[in-house]
């Protein structure tokens, strides 16, 4: 007879809350909160997360073995208005309730989806706990508060660890008081005084009025100019970094308006590429004290930080480590898989199951509800379901068309990488204005990244390691970049992802046909949503973007959907 399958269940509950179902300690499924309830970076409550883990798995919460979460400034003693309604895990919950600190969630996340047997993790953010709510501080060198009495007001700016031997051994934890009230200057410090976070997500602020588009920043600072600003925006001395906040003062023209930022889109470019460069000294500097403190041949290397693909390029090319782990969700988005790999090892006391190195964590969708959601459209769409879709797609590519990509279970993390996306040739001149204006309706500075065959990835770029997340930049070819123009950023650089059989099969053979077709074995890849639009999770909310943009087709599964009267 056989056993029972064993679950874990992981929550986060900060800003891009998630939950995570392990099975047998593999991942099941696993959801961001955003692409159920469409509002981008959507937290706290994380009730609808649970539940779509569950209904995927046919399971109720008492068949789960045990819980872990964890809340950003919270260790759920007592409730807050951040938790927006009632939660699943009240106090009469049937399964046991394990709460972790942040920066530990992250950690577990890093390791335990890496493929190092023992490593080194690093943990940089904006802001992780509070030092009274840390549970990972026995046997670290932690900067400490200067009294108890303010324990509560310093929170975890960037964290060091070891694992070797199943065993998770803090070594370094640096904290810093919370910075919002202790702005000194018109340029708000946003979360952990001195952290390199903080300092992005503050000149994302000021740049574009809004914290959660930090990446944004990584994308203009190539249009800067070098030695626009000078001086240093940090110190780095004692093995600790620390923002200056002398030069925030004359930082007096945050941009109040879309408008206001095209005026002077010189100037914050230049302000960009300061912030980009001043952020990758301070990152290499953290990454070498840590290293020399506690050496090891491997780094897995998470949270929000970690999505800055210019800093890690450095990391790899230019760190101590032998080998760099990149987590693809290293944002907050990744706590919960932290927190669900705590629950196997730590609370059940299990053996470590390795993970594939896959990110698709999403329920997939029968048949039936495709054929419902194309159905709910059908005065305004035609489909047609092809016998060799991938030649179709191909096809379609090469004459110029863009097409969404929606395929089995969504990827888990910020970036789509083969199943919900966007595609398009990397080569027809326009067609990144094209798809900025018309379909995702951003900005016109904004890259797009390549996916690229991952043997053929070298004959393109200027790279010697595999890139399969997207989360690495690396220099196009000189020769090249005339055959990938939509995809080469203006400073020559790409942010590549290698496709590989193994990880997205389906991508892998369009690629190849699309090779096949044109002789370029990379497309434009783009996630399948628009600006402000979480990425898609439904084929319904597909055919609904199908039908907002200017997209030429969508394909679901084996089906091309397009709008009547359009001839594809």
């Known amino acids: 007879m056989l056993s029972k399958p064993v679950y874990v269940l992981g929550t986060g509950l900060s800003h891009d809350g998630s939950a995570c179902l392990l099975k047998d300690g593999r991942i099941a499924v696993a959801i961001e909160k955003e692409r159920l309830t469409r509002v981008k970076h959507d937290g706290g409550n994380d009730t609808v997360a649970i539940e779509y883990c569950l209904d995927a798995e046919g399971i109720e919460l008492e068949d789960v073995a045990v819980v872990v979460q964890n809340a950003l400034h919270s260790t759920f003693r007592h409730g807050n208005d951040w938790f927006r309604g009632p939660r699943l895990l009240t106090k009469d919950c049937p399964t046991p309730v394990v709460t972790i600190s942040h920066h530990l969630a992250h950690a577990y996340g890093a390791f335990y989806s890496s493929p190092f047997d023992t490593a080194a993790v690093l943990v940089v953010d904006g802001s992780g706990s509070s030092f009274d709510d840390c549970i990972d501080l026995d ?61 992005y997500w503050a000149a994302s602020v000021y740049c574009f009025r809004n914290f959660s588009d930090a990446g944004k920043l990584m994308g203009l600072a190539p249009y800067g100019r070098d030695g626009a600003h000078d001086g240093q925006i940090f110190d780095l001395r004692d093995g600790r970094v620390f923002l200056r906040y002398d030069w925030t003062r004359r930082m007096n023209r945050p941009a109040r308006t879309q408008e206001e930022f095209k005026e002077h889109f010189q100037y914050y470019a230049d302000f960009a590429k300061w912030v980009q460069k001043e952020t990758e000294r301070a990152i290499l500097y953290m990454v070498n004290e840590r290293y020399r403190m506690a050496p090891a041949d491997n780094l897995a290397y ?86 060799d879709v991938i030649r179709r797609a191909a096809e379609l590519l090469s004459r110029g068309k863009v097409i969404g990509w929606f395929q089995n279970g969504a990827e888990f993390g910020p970036r789509a990488l083969g199943n919900r996306s966007i595609l398009a040739s990397p080569g027809i001149p326009g067609l990144r204005d094209f798809i900025n204006a018309k379909i995702k309706y951003r900005e016109d500075f904004r890259p797009f990244a390549p996916a690229v065959l991952d043997y053929r990835a070298r004959d393109f770029f200027e790279t010697e390691v595999s890139s399969p997340y997207m989360i690495l930049v690396a220099p196009v070819r000189p020769e ?63 055919v609904e973007l199908l039908l907002s943009t200017e997209l030429d087709a969508m394909v679901i599964g084996s089906t091309i959907v397009t709008r009547k009267g359009d001839g594809n």
């Not at 230019?318 to 782990?325: C, L, Q, S």
């Not at 987590?327 to 919960?336: E, F, R, T």
């Not at 459209?377 to 379901?385: S, V």
């Open 139 to 199: 046997g670290a060198e932690a900067q400490a508060p200067p009294a108890p009495e303010l324990e509560h007001a310093y929170f975890e700016k960037d964290s060091y660890y070891l694992f070797e031997n199943g065993v998770c051994r803090p070594r370094y934890k640096d904290f810093s008081p919370w910075g919002y009230d202790l702005k000194e200057g018109p340029l708000d410090s946003v979360g952990t005084l001195h952290s390199i976070g903080g300092l």
């Open 302 to 387: 998470s949270g929000g930080v970690a999505l800055n693909a210019v800093a890690n390029r450095r990391i790899v090319e230019e760190g101590p480590f032998a080998n760099v782990y990149l987590q693809p969700s290293a944002g907050d988005n990744g706590i919960a898989l932290g927190c669900a790999y705590y629950g196997w090892i730590e609370a059940l006391k299990q053996p470590r199951v390795r993970h594939d190195g896959g990110t698709c964590f999403g329920r997939r969708y029968d048949p039936c509800e495709t054929a419902a959601a194309l159905g709910r459209f059908r005065d305004r769409i035609a489909w047609r379901e092809e016998t």
């Open 480 to 542: 090249r970049r005339k055959e990938l123009s939509e995809v080469t950023h203006v400073d020559g650089s790409a942010r590549v992802q290698t496709v590989s059989k193994e990880m997205y099969p389906m991508l892998f053979d369009l690629l190849e046909a699309y090779q096949q077709r044109t002789g370029l074995p990379a497309l434009l890849n783009t996630s399948l949503n628009k600006r402000g639009m979480p990425i898609v999770e439904t084929a319904a909310e597909a």
